[in-house]
């Protein structure tokens, strides 16, 4: 009978460790279970001097560092903008070349899945 008992336990935790390391590996979460990472956009020009233009952004929706990510590359992925997005914030400060154009990076947030609830512009 222990052995029995001693053979579920190692199966049970061999079971939790496999899934543990599955989770490490590929996410899980609200994004689905074992999905991978989202891989993060580079920016090609990280100086800020080149950016005059921060646009705020609250956003909706997101609830964990790939729904953060997801964000981020779909606005890093614009002409002329370097995005940061904080998953603690559920906000971006989005660094643009040009005046941003409201209604583009508000779709480029709705296409990752997301919603844009406030926005502002300043000049740097």
Known sequence: MNWALISVLVLLIAWAGWHTVLKIRKGGGCCGE?????KRTLVAD???SHYPYLATLRIDGMTCENCARRTENALNAMEGVWAHVSIEKHS???LCKMEPDETKIREAVRQAGY???AYAVTRN
Do not use: F
Request: glycine fraction near 0%; proline fraction near 0%; avoid cysteine.
């Open 34 to 38: 074992h999905v991978a990472k989202e």
């Open 46 to 48: 990280r100086n800020k």
């Open 92 to 94: 971006a400060n989005v």
């Open 115 to 117: 919603i844009v609830s």
